[in-house]
């Protein structure tokens, strides 16, 4: 009996590029996946080895053995609903693109958001030194390293797998960060211009009522926690210089409430601003008091 494994790749030799992104873009609605025919232009590209726009180029002409079994092996996974940036093995964040697998969150456009604030914060700041808590992939610390040429950032993870990626990312983009093993409950130390974070936020009822992509496949230790936040703003305070900022991330309800804990720690000048959707998801403050 034949190998299944070799199966897929053999009955779909002699399928066109069309053909294959039609057949894929079936499959991934059929799974439930939210943009099946983005995703669909996404594996295609990536097992021709071109963009998603050109794949339409050359729509006639046949796929090898060899593409077919790797488009096969790339839709059976998107079709279980891993992350498409697990399934590509990489994805875009600001001017960058990063390695991201199991071990880190995906980096989503609301973060873009909160690297944009601290560069506004950052401006006129020749060398400030920066502090990244739960740094992940890597992906506000090296935005921020990248943007802000002058920036000493340190980044800081409790999760070994996640600085490993964030290492990477840093010798694969050719920007400095320092990286260090951390658990922020236990504090931080130094002393920053600006400390950032995108903390766990999602409580333990809440994951299970999100799409599989998150619920399933992306690290719960970078996901559940809402008392990460408080857990930071107070660690903050003991590093921040006067005058330095916090800026947070926060889950979608909750600036309201974690601009009154900044307030009651201390922190001045606390706002909120909105993400890309117009909702209010980051919060940061201002530290005016001598350590």
């Known amino acids: 009996m034949k190998d299944e494994a070799e199966r897929p790749s053999r009955e779909a030799e002699g399928v066109t590029v069309a053909e294959a992104l039609a057949g894929a873009e079936r499959r991934l609605a059929a799974a439930g996946v939210a943009s099946p025919r983005v995703d669909a232009e996404l594996l295609v590209g990536t097992v021709l080895g071109t963009t998603r726009t050109a794949v339409y180029v050359d729509s006639g002409r046949e796929l090898s053995a060899e593409e077919s079994a790797g488009l096969e092996r790339l839709v059976v996974r998107r079709e279980a609903r891993e992350p498409l940036a697990y399934v590509l093995g990489e994805w875009g964040f600001r001017r960058l693109t990063l390695k991201v697998d199991r071990r880190v969150l995906v980096p989503r456009p609301e973060t873009e958001v909160v690297v944009e604030r601290c560069l506004d914060l950052l401006r006129g700041l020749d060398r400030p030194a920066v502090l990244?808590?739960?740094t992940g992939s890597g992906a506000i610390a090296l935005a921020i390293a990248d943007e802000h040429p002058g920036a000493r950032v340190t980044a800081?993870?409790?999760s070994f797998g996640a600085l490993e990626v964030a290492r990477e990312n840093a010798r694969a983009t050719g920007?400095?960060?320092?990286?260090?093993e951390q658990d922020v409950r236990d504090g931080l130390e130094g002393a920053y211009d600006l400390v950032v974070s995108n903390p766990p936020y999602v409580t333990a009822e809440e994951i299970e009522t999100l799409e599989p992509e998150v619920r399933d496949w992306e690290p719960r230790i970078a996901t559940v926690g809402e008392e990460h936040t408080n857990?930071?703003?107070a660690a903050s305070a003991r590093v921040l210089v006067p005058g330095g900022h916090l800026v947070l991330e926060v889950a979608d309800g909750r600036a309201a409430e974690v601009s009154d804990v900044l307030r009651r720690l201390?922190?001045?000048e606390v706002r909120s601003g909105e993400d890309l959707a117009g909702r209010d998801r980051v919060v940061e403050g201002r530290w005016s008091?001598?350590?």
């Not at 920007?175 to 260090?180: K, T």
């Open 132 to 134: 990244d808590v739960g």
């Open 231 to 233: 857990a930071i703003a």
């Open 156 to 158: 800081t993870d409790v």
């Open 289 to 291: 008091s001598a350590r």
């Open 175 to 180: 920007l400095e960060i320092a990286l260090a």
């Open 266 to 268: 201390g922190y001045e």
